[in-house]
């Protein structure tokens, strides 16, 4: 029996393809619809695609995938003295970070300062000065540099007296000249410009991202910052003390308390230096492995800084961790509007190349009446005329959205031969669009092929 069914299957579909034969430019102008629809979606699904990558690639750069690990608050008789007060953060956390959380792509800890950058007869104070590592450039998906090469792992390790420059730092002290090589001085200490950063622009918020130096942690730390960063100008404090403060550790808890014991003089600490056991940094960023990361880079990192820092449950945490939820809820909304977009064209497309074939069939069952009721008086069956119509209906949608996905492509390529458009392959919009072209043969072509399996043999037959 099932020798005889795949014949008769076989049979069905030869006889459909001789009667799409017998009109060839009609069955192909009855194609053009659906070639057209699954072409546009190809075309405009890898360019959505592309599209939606680099508009997350833009937003990444403004760091959507970043988190931002910051010291804890210390308070003293109920008064709090703010986020950051309490210095918890060590750079051997960051460490632990980049090596115990998987979801954490690139981590980066970072001291800041606020003070004059001077060079020659010119000054300017920018809005970051950042001692980081060089994998802050990582972090921010900063690593393509105007000139110059970044400082590396072993500047930190000697804190060694280089940094990079922003574009805006490089106008105001250079007037646009090449910097590298030059030294400019951050609270009288000589820096050698390595390299100048890409332009970046503004941040969401409209701060000046190019208004930035960026140094090693360690010197930031040991020779401009001195202590946590003051919402101050440095450059102004050190003027007034006349002597660069002494570097902050963790046991400054409370800042700006009154110190237990005598301050030593300079010639004293000098004689008697104290070795600085640990050193705390202002914060922490962390580079997820995707905006969709964050949430399980947060967990990570809170577990790994509570065995870190030996908190028991129930105890509170001494750091906080904030994520870029307004960019991710951004970046969110509009690759969900793109997809949204493209999916109504595409219905659209489709449902207009299955009116299409829908009109095309109904005008072939008018057409071909007499030979519907000769089929029926030599024995076939309603459900034989059903199949017959169905197949043909089916096969033209086929074979329209074989070509249509080979002129999508083609768009896709073209587009961004000539017009540099971002594109990328969908293979799930390929075979939606295979599934998609029988399932519009199936919906819009079985109702010709239902009213031609209704006809009359005796009227059929009588028809001219």
Same mark, same amino acid.
């Given at each position: 029996?099932?020798? !005889?069914?795949?014949?008769?299957? *076989? ?36 360019? =959505? ?11 990444a750069s403004m760091g959507a995938d970043n988190v931002i690990v910051m010291p804890g608050t210390a308070a003293s008789g109920g008064v709090s003295f703010g986020g950051g007060s309490a210095m918890t953060l060590t750079p051997e956390d960051g460490d632990a970070i980049q090596r115990e959380c998987p979801a954490a792509r690139a981590v980066a800890p970072l001291a800041r300062a606020r003070t004059q950058v001077v060079y020659g007869n010119k000054n300017w104070v920018p809005l970051f000065i950042y001692g980081t590592s060089p994998s802050y450039l990582d972090v921010r998906d900063w690593s393509d540099l105007a000139e110059g090469d970044s400082f590396t792992d072993q500047d930190v390790r000697n804190a060694s007296k280089v940094c990079l420059l922003g574009q805006t730092l490089v106008r105001e002290l250079f007037g646009g000249a090449s910097p590298i090589g030059q030294e400019v001085r951050v609270k009288n200490v000589a820096f050698k410009v390595v390299g100048v950063l890409g ?37 102004? =404090?050190?003027?007034?003390? =006349? ?12 800042? =700006? ?49 509570? @065995? ?55 005008? *072939?069952?008018? @057409? ?20 017959? %119509? ?8 086929? !074979?329209?959205?074989? !070509? ?8 896709? !390529? ?22 998609? *072209? ?5 919906? %819009? ?13 005796? @009227? ?5």
């Amino acid at each position: 029996m099932s020798w !005889l069914g795949a014949k008769f299957h *076989s049979r069905t579909l030869r006889t459909a393809f001789h009667a799409l034969r017998r009109n060839v430019m009609r069955s192909a102008l009855t194609t053009l619809g659906i070639i057209i629809g699954v072409a546009a979606v190809i075309a405009m699904m890898e360019i =959505g695609n592309g599209s939606s990558k680099a508009i997350q690639k833009s937003i990444a750069s403004m760091g959507a995938d970043n988190v931002i690990v910051m010291p804890g608050t210390a308070a003293s008789g109920g008064v709090s003295f703010g986020g950051g007060s309490a210095m918890t953060l060590t750079p051997e956390d960051g460490d632990a970070i980049q090596r115990e959380c998987p979801a954490a792509r690139a981590v980066a800890p970072l001291a800041r300062a606020r003070t004059q950058v001077v060079y020659g007869n010119k000054n300017w104070v920018p809005l970051f000065i950042y001692g980081t590592s060089p994998s802050y450039l990582d972090v921010r998906d900063w690593s393509d540099l105007a000139e110059g090469d970044s400082f590396t792992d072993q500047d930190v390790r000697n804190a060694s007296k280089v940094c990079l420059l922003g574009q805006t730092l490089v106008r105001e002290l250079f007037g646009g000249a090449s910097p590298i090589g030059q030294e400019v001085r951050v609270k009288n200490v000589a820096f050698k410009v390595v390299g100048v950063l890409g332009p970046k622009g503004a941040n969401m918020m409209g701060m000046d991202q190019d208004d930035i130096l960026i140094a090693p942690w360690t010197t930031i730390k040991r020779r401009v910052a001195g202590s946590s960063l003051a919402n101050v100008n440095q450059s102004a =404090g050190n003027a007034a003390a =006349g002597a660069t403060p002494a570097v902050n550790t963790l046991s400054d808890i409370y800042p =700006g308390q009154p110190s237990l014991y005598p301050i030593p003089s300079d010639v004293q600490a000098a004689d008697t230096p104290l070795p600085v056991r640990f050193q705390n940094v202002d914060t922490i960023m962390v580079a997820a492995q995707s905006p969709a990361e964050i949430p399980v880079a947060i967990r990570q990192i809170t577990q790994l800084l509570h @065995e870190r820092h030996r908190i028991k449950p129930g105890e509170p945490d001494d750091f906080n961790i904030r994520d870029m939820t307004e960019m991710t809820r951004a970046m969110s909304s509009t690759t969900s509007l793109m997809t949204n977009l493209l999916l109504c064209v595409a219905l659209i497309s489709l449902v207009v190349g299955g009116v299409g074939i829908m009109n095309i069939m109904l005008v *072939s069952v008018t @057409e071909r009446t007499r030979e519907i009721g000769l089929r029926m008086a030599v024995g076939a069956r309603a459900r034989d005329i059903l199949r017959q %119509f169905l197949v043909e209906a089916i096969v033209l949608c086929v !074979l329209g959205g074989a !070509l249509g996905i080979a002129f999508g492509r083609g768009g896709s !390529l073209l587009v961004r031969a000539l017009l540099h458009w971002p594109t990328e392959l969908s293979v799930g919009a390929i075979f939606a669009a295979v599934i998609v *072209s029988v399932s519009v043969g199936v919906i %819009f072509g079985y109702y010709p092929a239902w009213k031609a399996s209704r006809l009359d043999p005796i @009227e059929a037959l009588r028809y001219e």
